[in-house]
């Protein structure tokens, strides 16, 4: 599956893209929600967001991880062939004025989507003049990396690069073409319109504990478009969160590459999972905030009405 999905080369060809400037981000902040649980904080607009002043993005973990840092930090983007230039003119702004920001107690990020065969040294010297706790860069490089652990940012941001992921879709893709596909685009608040108990129990679920959920509706298709508009509804950054998360599967041979990751994931397939391809929901403390969803296309559901038909086994761990 991996050879179907974006590379360090795609990000950097991306990055020569008017859009990238505004989803580079998202990227980042998908990423974030995807591969750390123990958030605070996380400020980062994208899209038409980008415009307004102030940090590309704030955010405050606990632990951390290996692209996050623990407590606080500020991060800066740019998608500029002269990522020295960038990040040196981010770094000093932000030294000179960093507003609310103690320096000496938050870490300074700058990403970029193109590979920066300067950064460690670059790194290293702004470490060494000690104004910030600490000093890191993401490049092209580690955002691949990055994304081999969120299989669900991987698939969104390969579909955008033009990499086809196969068997594999991000939910919120799959929702937004779906209402896209009318016009005017159909809106969450009509999907959803008469089922605000259907709703009220997803949602219960998806912040619940592991286990199994039910979705009514008349086909895959709808089951997954409800699921979607509902997670739509969420705040920021709940929602984010699931969909950084959330991959529709279409073949057991998907599933078997994308159940080896450990980080939590939503996933649902739309074939016949058997009993030994269902994961088990409570063997490990990494894995017990996973869920699993299934989509069921029998003949009896074709032949349910709407109220009656149902997208059956959505599994969670």
């Not at 606080?72 to 960038?86: A, F, I």
Request: with cysteine; aromatic share 8%.
């Amino acid at each position: 599956m991996s050879v179907l999905l974006a590379t360090a080369i795609d990000l950097e060809r991306w990055a020569n893209r008017l859009d990238s400037s505004g989803d580079l981000p998202k990227l980042v902040r998908q990423l974030i929600l995807a591969t750390e649980e123990d958030i605070t904080q996380l400020d980062m607009r994208a899209g038409e967001g980008t415009r307004y002043e102030g940090y590309d993005g704030m955010v405050t973990a606990g632990k951390g991880n290996a692209f996050v840092p623990p407590d606080r930090s500020v991060w800066e983007m740019g998608v500029t062939k002269n990522v020295k230039g960038k990040a040196d003119g981010d770094y000093a702004k932000r030294t000179e004025s960093p507003g609310d920001i103690d320096p000496s107690r938050t870490v300074f990020v700058f990403v970029t989507p193109r590979r920066w065969a300067g950064k460690n040294a670059w790194v290293e010297e702004k470490r060494k003049a000690g104004e910030w706790r600490d000093v890191r860069v993401v490049d092209a490089d580690d955002l691949e990396t990055w994304l081999h652990l969120a299989p669900a940012v991987h698939i969104w941001i390969s579909g955008l690069v033009g990499k086809d992921p196969g068997d594999c879709e991000d939910l919120e893709t799959f929702g937004q073409h779906w209402q896209e596909a009318t016009l005017p685009p159909l809106p969450s608040e009509l999907i959803l319109a008469g089922r605000a108990a259907s709703v009220e129990r997803l949602i219960a679920f998806v912040r619940g504990p592991a286990g199994i959920f039910t979705v009514q509706a008349d086909s895959q298709e709808e089951a997954l478009v409800f699921i979607a508009a509902t997670i739509e509804q969420l705040s920021p950054n709940e929602r984010d969160a699931l969909f950084s998360r959330a991959v529709i599967v279409r073949t057991e041979h998907a599933w078997r590459q994308i159940t080896l990751t450990e980080q939590p994931l939503v996933l649902l397939p739309t074939f016949q999972l058997t009993g030994t391809q269902v994961p088990r929901s409570h063997h490990s403390q990494k894995r017990r905030r996973w869920r699993f969803s299934h989509v069921s296309h029998d003949n009896w559901l074709k032949k349910r009405s709407r109220e009656q038909a149902s997208v059956k086994n959505v599994h969670r761990r």
